[in-house]
């Protein structure tokens, strides 16, 4: 009996010991529990204390302010203990209040929301713009929504200067702009109507699309009589010209560059020393370098501007064909067959510190029905097609020869849609002239 006494005892002493060591265990770890969150909630008021934004938690019922932080009582120019005592209502302006309140309550029912349509006022009264973004966040077991909010007035100010600077650029790119489409009305008063050329060659066509306004590339066409004939015959001849021509660059400068060069071709229409398409560029060669470089001080760049051109003078009488070019060639198409007539490989072009080339005439017996086509670059050099490529002169040799068959103005629409469904919606590169003729 008594050792059962002294087992039981010492059960119970076994028993007790655990209880309070586990007793002890579990109040070890609420306080190591409690030390955390202690030091996660110092953290975290820490964090609010040093925020930029101004922080408020407000009381969903009322409005009241349960909770800002120093930056929030900065910017409203209130000690935080005086901001403690104030509603949401207090400060914004009186006339939004039935705005706030509906604030509050979409922000309740959506749980956020950042809006920068209702200001703060501070201590002095002063309208604040803010931009807040508040979000449901219960404190203390009450309902509330915290507000962040950050004083815009900096970045309106900002983004007014911006408005108005860009007010000013459209006003400037306006004045430009007119200016660039005036100057498109002088450049066309300088070209010919492109309908006219019928008058030389009835079945014809002129595809002129300019990447800009105004355009590097134009064309030229005259009927000329020879004064001394061609290969230097005595018999004066009436020749039909025509000529494509891309000058140097495109809007603007490519512009002036296209009237100087338009100008000189006329000049050489009437010139009694310009008798063939090659003297006629030899002539345009040498006066352009006067023209640019003619008031060039000794601290100035020459000037080196010029332009690729293919001229035709055609006899109307024997057909038979004159050709020059400066980098650009001609293609004719007879019976469904291509021939090329290549130019010479050197510009027009106003440098002084190259040696003078002459151009070199090419002739070529034409026959009824024979199509010519006289063109720049901005046709093959434009990007586009599934793979946005380059259109290449190959493939434009092989569309020529498909339609020759067809009338001029059948060929333009055929051309001008094939470059549109070329290009698609990629942005056009260059300056596009195509000038077709069929001989009759």
Not at 146 to 175: M, P, S
Request: proline share 3%; net charge negative; aromatic share 8%.
């Amino acid at each position: 009996m008594f050792y059962v006494v002294i087992v039981i005892l010492v059960s119970f002493l076994l028993i007790t010991l655990v209880i309070a060591g586990g007793v002890s265990l579990k109040q070890k770890t609420i306080t190591t529990a409690l030390t955390h969150l202690e030091k996660d909630k110092n953290n975290y008021e820490s964090i609010i204390e040093q925020a930029n934004d101004a922080l408020f938690v407000v009381d969903i019922s009322n409005g009241a302010i349960l909770q800002c932080n120093p930056s929030a009582a900065d910017l409203l120019g209130y000690i935080k203990a005086d901001l403690l005592k104030k509603t949401l209502f207090n400060i914004q302006p009186p006339e939004f209040l039935n705005e706030s309140s509906l604030r509050v309550a979409d922000v309740w029912e959506k749980k956020g929301l950042i809006f920068t349509d209702i200001p703060f006022v501070n201590a002095l009264g002063e309208v604040l713009p803010v931009e807040c973004s508040a979000k449901v966040a219960p404190f203390a077991g009450r309902p509330a929504i915290v507000i962040y909010a950050r004083d815009i007035r900096e970045r309106l100010k900002l983004e007014r200067e911006v408005r108005e600077q860009n007010k000013i650029i459209e006003e400037k790119n306006k004045d430009i702009t007119d200016s660039i489409t005036y100057a498109k009305r002088i450049q066309g008063s300088v070209l010919l109507h492109q309908e006219s050329i019928k008058d030389l060659f009835n079945d014809s066509f002129i595809f002129f699309l300019p990447r800009d306004i105004v355009s590097g590339d134009f064309y030229w066409f005259d009927k000329v009589i020879a004064t001394r004939g061609i290969k230097n015959e005595k018999k004066p001849v009436e020749l039909l010209c025509v000529a494509a021509a891309d000058c140097t660059g495109h809007g603007v400068p490519g512009a002036f560059m296209s009237i100087i060069g338009n100008n000189l071709l006329t000049q050489t229409s009437s010139h009694p020393k310009v008798n063939s398409p090659a003297e006629a560029l030899d002539f345009i060669n040498k006066e352009l370098k006067k023209i640019l470089n003619n008031n060039i001080s000794e601290n100035d760049t020459f000037l080196r501007d010029g332009m690729d051109i293919a001229l035709i003078a055609i006899e109307k009488e024997s057909k038979r064909l004159h050709f020059a070019g400066a980098n650009n060639a001609i293609f004719i198409v007879r019976q469904n067959e291509l021939i090329e007539l290549k130019p010479d490989k050197f510009p027009i072009t106003a440098a002084l510190d190259q040696e003078p080339n002459h151009f070199t005439d090419k002739t070529f017996e034409l026959q009824t029905n024979d199509c010519l086509y006289l063109f720049t670059d901005g046709y093959a050099d434009q990007f586009g097609g599934d793979r946005g490529k380059k259109f290449m002169y190959k493939r434009m040799k092989e569309l020529f020869v498909e339609i020759a068959n067809q009338t001029m103005a059948q060929q333009k629409a055929v051309i001008e849609n094939t470059f549109h469904q070329w290009k698609g919606k990629t942005e056009q590169i260059d300056d596009v002239l195509v000038i077709g003729l069929k001989i009759d």
